[in-house]
């Protein structure tokens, strides 16, 4: 495990791996070369801070002896320095850990927002009520990624742990408020969501809940496991009020049909009104329960 950490981008989406799990060493040259000689950057990921104030029971990349990092403002200012005289597309603030627990972020935010930069950035936007100035500076963001698994708050606070539902969802209406009071278009607001055993059942409520709060798309990922991490680790299984999450493949089959079932309204549903991304991993896994459900079904006939 590493420091707070700056990737760079050439191409796609930044490769945090790079940075955060293998050591300089670790690191092929021939990774690096290519990303050297590019005339702009796609993305540059800054990571401010490593800490966190959830501990969600599945997620593999916060441990807690990650945590307390944060960018020097030596670095911070380098970062500031060098995006006023390179090209680089978009910002993305964020990383395996919580911007928001980095002291002064918006006052960070608002500087590169001021130099014209496009921001970007993932947040569980449940770190307390924003202040004034934090709504202003996300409202002035390209792009916020919020993640948020259920609409359900009981299993959202088992599951991320201490995670609040009214939190989050007043300090989105905040910044969509800001924006109306502004008159600037509102970042694209994306819902992220980890599909696992305990919400797979009501994926058509999990999406009418970021369509009735105002979000332009929902992002479904596939829950990675501990040992699909490299230098992973998890210190939260032991939370004795945690509930451990599964991948929807470990249900009965009562529980796959109830969920492929709210897999179809959820399409449904998001049909001309959400965009819907879903991570390919993912449709692979739901095409086989779909195949499996399939064959039992003709079997039983
Ligand atoms: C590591 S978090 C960092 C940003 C911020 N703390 C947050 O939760 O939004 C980034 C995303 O990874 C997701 N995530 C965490 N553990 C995961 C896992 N095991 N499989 C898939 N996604 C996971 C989270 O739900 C979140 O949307
Ligand atoms: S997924 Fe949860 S524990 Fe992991 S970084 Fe995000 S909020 Fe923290």
Redesign the pocket.
């Known amino acids: 495990m590493s420091d707070a950490a700056v990737t760079i981008d050439g191409g796609g989406m930044a490769d945090y791996a790079v940075s955060l799990y293998r050591s300089p060493d670790e690191v092929e040259a021939a990774e690096i070369q290519p990303l050297l000689r590019v005339e702009r950057l796609h993305q540059l990921a800054v990571e401010l801070t490593t800490s ?1 104030n ?1 501990t ?1 029971v ?5 441990p807690l002896d990650r945590r307390g990092n944060d960018l020097s403002s030596d670095l911070v200012q380098q970062v500031i320095d060098f995006v006023t005289s390179f090209p680089v597309d978009v910002i993305t603030i ?6 928001t627990m980095y002291k002064g972020w918006e006052e960070v935010a608002a500087r590169l927002l001021d130099h014209g930069c496009k921001l970007r950035a ?4 449940t770190n307390g009520i924003f202040t004034p100035a934090q709504v202003d500076a996300f409202s002035r963001f390209t792009e916020i ?3 948020l ?1 259920t609409p359900d708050a009981e299993l959202l606070k088992k599951t ?1 742990y201490r995670a609040d539902l009214r939190t989050m969802t007043f300090n989105l209406q905040q910044i969509r408020a800001k924006c109306i009071e502004d008159g600037r278009p509102q970042p694209k607001l994306v819902c ?3 599909v696992h055993d305990r919400n797979f059942g009501h994926l058509d409520r999990l999406a009418a809940f970021p369509m009735a709060n105002g979000f332009n798309c929902l992002s479904l ?6 040992e699909e ?1 490299q230098g992973g680790k998890n210190d939260f299984f032991d939370n004795p009020n945690a509930i451990p999450l599964y991948p929807p493949a470990t249900l009965d089959e009562s529980g796959r049909l109830g969920g492929l079932q709210a897999f179809q309204r959820m399409l449904d549903l998001c049909r001309e009104r959400l965009e819907l991304i879903i991570n390919p991993a993912l449709v692979e896994d739901i095409e086989r329960l779909l195949q499996e459900c399939d064959t039992n079904g003709r079997d039983a006939g």
């Open positions: 966190c959830l969600c599945y997620c593999h990349f916060a964020g990383g395996d850990s919580e911007i993932i947040s569980n936007f990624l919020i993640s698994d991320r992220n969501a980890v990922q596939r829950l990675v496991g501990l991490v």
